[in-house]
């Protein structure tokens, strides 16, 4: 079965620096890779996803993520981050028919 | 719009009292999923539904049951909850399949927080 890692609990960066969540996964073929964020009090929201082809994959609100497979990993990035974007970011994976599993969340703090 | 929809969006209720919470999605999709989230665990899957009268269990279906009557119900069932029920709670759904534009991309409800004393 598959597994997913967040290393980070909590980050915390200025606005306007650049932002690295990462993410690594267990499983023995490419599976399918998501973020989603999470605003307060809100649900959850897809980022971005990748499914095969290009490898890094643009998402909404200026966030991208690249799948490194010698790497297992799938981290996320943002040029320059606004205060807006202070949530919590799940990594998830899904490998073939199984179903979908939840990394454990990092919470993102922006300082002005 | 699309959307999932979860009611109530609040709860708070005692030991034993039979609850559910419901879930409506508008996407006619076959796939729909309850899941909890708790500070420091994320989000765990309770139970899931691939279609209409079919229900499986997820990773934490203790206390729980659900029921797929109509494609776009599934409504979340506490016979008798308990303190460690107190959690919120999201509803998921998605199509199923490969090469679906949208499928397997969950679209979420905005959550349901029940607290039980």
């Known amino acids: 079965a598959q597994s997913v890692t967040q290393p980070d609990i909590h980050i915390t960066v200025s606005e306007g620096a650049s932002l690295e969540l990462r993410c690594n996964y267990s499983y023995g073929a490419t599976p399918y890779l998501f973020w989603y964020v999470q605003s307060p009090g809100q649900g959850l929201q897809l980022l971005l996803k990748?499914?095969?082809?290009?490898?890094l994959v643009q998402g909404i609100k200026g966030f991208e993520a690249e799948f490194k497979r010698s790497q297992s990993s799938f981290n996320l990035r943002k040029p320059s981050v606004h205060w807006s974007d202070a949530a919590e970011y799940f990594c998830?994976?899904?490998?073939?028919?199984?179903?979908?599993?939840f990394g454990k969340g990092t919470k993102l703090t922006v300082n002005p | 719009e699309a959307q999932v929809t979860q009611n109530p969006r609040y709860l708070i209720t005692v030991t034993g009292k039979k609850l559910t919470v419901t879930c409506s999605q508008n996407m006619n999709h076959e796939y729909m999923s309850w899941y909890r989230q708790d500070p420091g665990l994320g989000l765990r899957q309770i139970y899931y539904s691939m279609n209409v009268e079919v229900t499986d269990k997820g990773d934490v279906p203790e206390g729980y049951k659900v029921s797929r009557k109509e494609k776009r119900n599934f409504p979340l069932i506490l016979e008798s909850p308990s303190p460690n029920q107190t959690s919120l709670y999201f509803c998921?759904?998605?199509?199923?399949?490969?090469?679906?534009?949208?499928?397997?991309?969950?679209?979420f409800g905005a959550g349901s927080r029940l607290t039980v004393l």
């Open positions: 998921a759904s998605t199509l199923l399949g490969t090469g679906v534009d949208g499928a397997n991309v969950l679209t």
């Open positions: 998830a994976v899904q490998g073939g028919s199984e179903k979908l599993v």
């Open positions: 990748y499914f095969s082809g290009d490898t």
